[in-house]
């Protein structure tokens, strides 16, 4: 039953991941034409092009993806609960978005570390650093403008970094279920 459980909580997790990225991307306006760019939203489309018949757009967002997005997170802890033997009725709802946002949170950390790695390691333009880079300036640019110069340091990561663990243990402090997410 474990390898069931694990090899769903892949499954959900990478769809999750692909659709966060999709809005992200998005939201960013980030290079449609780059490789990682093109990869998401053809892996993506298949879910979420039905949907964006019925779901319009509003106000440059794709509602149809952050639906199904959170129709997925939803699925996820829904599912797990029921293979564990629970069901937390209409929480799961609730669950859902708090599973998505930490799926989205989750993603922002490990893109910065990525960057953090790449940038000792490339050398020049690197289209997969080109798009972290538009992904994680929303993010960033406030802290920078907060943060004093650092003689060239960008301590800005390191902020952003326990920011995030501190919303983490607040989230999870807050919910009983969390470790189970």
């Known amino acids: 039953m474990e390898a069931v459980i694990y090899l769903l909580r892949f499954v959900f997790d990478a769809l999750i991941m692909i659709l966060v990225m999709r809005i992200w991307l998005q939201w960013v306006k980030a290079d449609f034409y780059n490789p990682l760019s093109q990869f998401i939203v053809k892996v993506s489309n298949p879910l ?66 990525i960057m953090a790695i790449m940038s000792w390691v490339v ?37 952003a970094f326990l920011a995030m663990n501190v919303i983490n243990i607040l989230l999870a402090s807050s919910l009983p279920y969390w470790s189970a997410l």
């Open 123 to 159: 050398q020049g333009y690197n289209p997969t650093l080109a798009i972290f880079h538009q992904l994680t300036e929303p993010f960033l640019n406030p802290i920078r403008r907060i943060m004093p110069n650092m003689g060239g340091l960008d301590l800005s990561m390191i902020v």
């Open 48 to 113: 979420v092009v039905p949907f964006r018949r019925i779901i319009p757009g509003l106000g440059g967002m794709d509602l149809a993806t952050i639906l199904v997005a959170y129709v997925v997170a939803t699925l996820k802890f829904f599912t797990l609960t029921a293979l564990a033997g629970e069901s937390l009725g209409v929480l799961s709802f609730y669950i859902g978005l708090l599973v998505l946002v930490k799926q989205a949170g989750f993603m922002l950390f490990v893109i910065m570390i």
